[in-house]
């Protein structure tokens, strides 16, 4: 049983361009979150969906940023118009059905120049 | 979620138990005790959980006091690989709820 995939697991974008980063969670799993973590600081929640459903995006930044989790395929966290300040590790985390623990990813590092 | 407390640092010996402390004295009946690690720029590692009886696994013991105020987790035998951010969660295991990392505790173990 893979682990939570994260990918790409390095991604250098430009100012203003699109960043999307994906998330496979583990088999079985119905839950994904997902964290952002700046240089030297914690890590900091962003939002929290099951299929097809954001249950809860009380830490996503009102604009530019979104996330989904289809049916089929990967969660997506996108953001767009990219700025210096979102240069980040961003993390992604999956759960089972009765939601208990949450197992993470590598993580993705967003670096913007 | 109860918000917990973490001493910001602590040093072991290799070889030696690391007794690491969590204080959530609002914790609620039924909230679960969470614990995990961060190794440097890693994605954090699930260590255990409970509830109120101790728990324990390959990898690590969970000791919580009978009220429930805090708990300690223990590594039994430290290695360098074990130097890493700790964090203590509490979390109510029923409902719509992440995860909320604090600061943690930054233990580094000592050769």
């Known amino acids: 049983n893979a682990g939570v995939m994260q990918n790409p697991r390095h991604l250098v974008r430009r100012r203003g361009q699109e960043a999307r980063l994906r998330c496979s969670p583990m088999?079985?799993?119905?839950?994904v979150y997902w964290y952002r973590q700046l240089p030297e600081e914690g890590l900091k929640f962003m939002v929290y969906?099951?299929?097809?459903?954001?249950?809860?995006e009380s830490g996503m930044p009102k604009e530019r940023f979104s996330a989904e989790f289809p049916k089929e395929g990967p969660s997506i966290l996108r953001i767009q118009q990219v700025v210096r300040g979102d240069s980040a590790a961003y993390f992604c985390?999956?759960?089972?059905?009765?939601?208990?623990?949450?197992?993470f990813g590598q993580g993705t590092r967003l670096t913007v120049v | 979620d109860a918000k917990t407390t973490q001493p910001p640092s602590m040093d072991c010996a290799e070889g030696r138990a690391a007794n690491l402390p969590c204080n959530h004295s609002?914790?609620?009946?039924?909230?679960?005790v969470y614990w995990y690690r961060q190794i440097h720029s890693q994605g954090p590692q699930y260590i255990i959980h409970?509830?109120?009886n101790n728990e324990t696994n390959e990898m690590a013991s969970l000791i919580i006091t009978e009220d429930r105020k805090s708990s300690t987790l223990i590594l039994p035998h430290a290695t360098l690989r074990d130097t890493a951010v700790y964090y203590c969660?509490?979390?109510?295991?029923?409902?719509?709820?992440?995860?909320?990392f604090g600061s943690g505790t930054r233990l580094q173990v000592q050769p």
């Open positions: 985390a999956s759960s089972p059905p009765d939601n208990t623990e949450a197992f």
């Open positions: 969660i509490v979390r109510v295991d029923t409902g719509r709820r992440a995860l909320t």
């Open positions: 609002t914790i609620s009946g039924n909230e679960y």
């Open positions: 409970g509830l109120k």
């Open positions: 969906l099951q299929k097809e459903n954001i249950i809860d």
């Open positions: 088999k079985g799993h119905s839950h």
